[in-house]
């Protein structure tokens, strides 16, 4: 059965902290690899790999994919309080566009 | 672009009641999707159309769920009849091929609560 797991489930950090968040898959016909932001409303896209070892930045959110060991890894460095959040990490397979979800890792900054 | 819509955004009602969540995709999108959100199982796919047409309705927990999409501007998640375990955030999500693939957007999700 397809999966994907994150870890850990929760965090908590102070302001300015480094937090690296992990997501390992096992998805059948595994094309790319979604990270999405969820505040107290609705996931909103963050990245989207599809290759290994190619790195996608934005601001100081990063992340890496790596198709060998099924795993990619969100980095985000000098955490905010804005930054608090459960960050959800989904498999995509096959043509059909459906995806496949983790539960998430809860992330709270405190200042 | 107003974004998926959907509606309503909270519904409280009491069990063995007909419970009807509506969404509105992002005009242009093809592909629509229901989840169920609740902390122990976190985000699950439902049902998911393609051009209106169901294309996986596996994620359906039972006969009690049906799903509609009856033009591209519009579909229905109902439950009938509701139980108390059918309490969660209820989402919609729609995406078109020609975006990023897989990129889906959400709506604001509908919270039910069955008691």
């Known amino acids: 059965e397809d999966k994907v797991v994150q870890s850990p489930l929760s965090l908590v950090v102070h302001e300015g902290d480094t937090v690296t968040l992990n997501c390992s898959y096992e998805?059948?016909?595994?094309?790319?690899l979604l990270w999405y932001k969820q505040e107290k409303k609705a996931p909103t896209f963050l990245f989207m790999l599809t290759s290994s070892g190619i790195e996608k930045k934005s601001g100081r959110l990063s992340s890496i994919l790596d198709k060998k060991e099924l795993f990619s890894i969100l980095n985000i460095t000098a955490t905010q309080t804005g930054d608090s959040a459960v960050y959800l990490c989904a498999g995509g397979a096959g043509n059909n566009r459906k995806l496949i979800w983790g539960l998430g890792t809860s992330l709270a900054v405190n200042p | 672009d107003a974004g998926v819509i959907q509606s309503p955004r909270h519904e409280v009602t009491e069990m063995g009641q007909e419970v009807t969540l509506r969404c509105k995709p992002i005009?242009?999108?093809?592909?629509l999707f229901w989840y169920r959100q609740t902390m122990m199982r976190g985000l699950e796919l439902l049902i998911y159309?393609?051009?209106?047409?169901?294309?996986?309705d596996s994620g359906m927990p039972e006969d009690r769920f049906s799903a509609k999409m009856p033009n591209a501007s519009f579909s229905t998640l109902k439950i009938q009849p509701s139980e108390p375990r059918d309490s969660a955030v209820y989402f919609c999500?729609?995406?078109?091929?020609?975006?990023?693939?897989?990129?889906?957007?959400f709506g604001p999700g509908t919270r039910l609560t069955v008691t």
């Open positions: 159309f393609n051009n209106n047409v169901p294309i996986d």
């Open positions: 998805v059948t016909n595994f094309r790319s």
């Open positions: 005009s242009g999108h093809d592909y």
């Open positions: 999500a729609s995406s078109t091929v020609a975006g990023v693939p897989y990129e889906q957007y």
